[in-house]
C-alpha cells in the first residue's frame, strides 16, 4: 500500500560537521582541566597550550640538572650548602675548587695569600659559582690597583708640598738645614729608626726636618761632628736672619757703625746685606 509522505520526500536534509572547540574559536586548555589543576598558581601566566609545553620543557631540563628549589630564608647552612652546590658552586673545602688564574707556582706575599685564602672562604660560604668568585675577585684587585696608584700619586704630591713649605722655612740655609738634620739622625739614631723614618716617608715631614736640624745645629756648633763628620755653618734660616736683624738694631754700637763713616761702617753695612739676603731669599716660581 502507498503511503503518501505529502511531498515531503523532495525536501533535503544538509549535513552539518561537529563543531570542535579545537578547530573554531579561541582554545583555552585551562577548561579541560580538573579544579584542583585550573586555577592553580603554577599555571597563572601560561595562556596557551605552547607555553605549557615550554614551561614543562624546562622544568624537565632542571631536573636533569639536578637542581635543588631555592631554600628559605631560615633555612639552615647545610640546606643552603647542598643547593649552591646543585648550582655550580665549586668543590672543595673552603672555596679551594675557585681558580682565579694565578699562574702555578707563582711567588705571592704572607699579605696576598692571606687576602686570597679569606677570599676563597668567603665566597665559598655565599655559594658564588666559578664566575661569579672569578668577577669579584678581579672587580678586587682592578680596584686595589687603582686605589695603590692614587694613593702613591697623593703621596708624591704631598712630599711635593713638604718639601716646598721646608725650602721657604729654611730660605738659602735649606741644604745646610738638610745637613744638620741628616747629622742628627747619623748621630744619634740606630739603623731601625733610619730604616722607618725612610720606609714611613716620615723622614720626608716638615716638622720631622725642622726638629732634627735643631739638634743637628747644636752638635756642629759644639764643635762635635760625630759620625756626620760635617762642621758649622754660617748660613742662617730665614728665622735666624730675621732675629740678629732684630738684636743689631738694638744693639746702639753697631748701628752708629752702620749710619755713619767709620772704619766698621762696610763691614756692618756688609754683614746687614747678607742679613736681610738670609731673611729674604728669592722666592721660586
Known sequence: MAIDDGGASTETVESVEPATSLTEGAFNFKEHLSPEYKDHTALRDISDVNGMAKSYISAQEMIGQQRLPMPVSEAGSAEWSKFYDSVGRPTGEEGKGYDFGVPEGTK????????????????HEAGLSQKQASDMYKSYNDFSGQFVEKQASTTADTEKQWDTDVRKEFGLAYNDQLESAKAAVEEFGSDDLRDYLNESRLGNHPEMIKFAAKIGAQLLEKGSQGRAGRQGTSVLTPEQAKNEIAQLHGNAQFMEAYQTSGPSHEDAIKRMTELHDFAYPPTEE
Do not use: L
Open 108 to 123: 705571592q706575599s704572607e699579605e696576598v695569600t692571606s687576602m686570597e685564602t679569606f677570599f676563597r672562604k668567603s665566597m
